[in-house]
């Protein structure tokens, strides 16, 4: 298997794509994040907004650009840190596709820009994302 360290820089990591975020998911999240916040999970709230369904948190649409790495990880590689910018609102029933590019290398990290677009075609997340081979930092 290979892992992100057997990548080469510029390389597009394999694009996941959420056909359909369903209010479930939602309804999950808040409860384990205890962010009711009602943009997400009421109607009326979020159109009071402008939006016409509720908007997904953020956090849970930053956690979708993980799974982008999840096929090249092993137990010895650590997501270390996440940088992103939330770009514009996922809503809920929307689907979105998130894409990966190894921008850095090196022996002891990977440094992998990520992006993440909406099936409306809005850009809804950007960022990278470090991840440390824990053998070369132990």
Do not use: C
Request: glycine letters at 8%.
């Amino acid at each position: 298997m290979n892992t992100l360290f057997d990548i080469e820089v510029g390389h597009s990591l394999e694009t996941i794509s959420i056909k359909n975020v369903p209010s479930i998911w939602i309804t999950r999240y808040a409860e384990v994040s205890k962010d009711f916040n009602p943009i997400h999970i009421d109607q009326e709230a979020a159109q009071q907004k402008g939006f016409d369904q509720p908007i997904v948190h953020g956090m849970l649409t930053m956690g979708f650009t993980g799974r982008i790495l999840s096929s090249y990880m092993n137990a010895h590689l650590l997501i270390e840190q996440m940088n992103v910018m939330f770009l514009a609102p996922l809503q809920v029933g929307e689907g979105v596709e998130l894409t990966g590019v190894v921008k850095e290398k090196s022996v002891a990290e990977v440094k992998v820009e990520v992006t993440g677009m909406s099936s409306s075609g809005h850009r809804v997340i950007r960022g990278e994302i470090v991840v440390k081979n824990r053998k070369i930092n132990s």
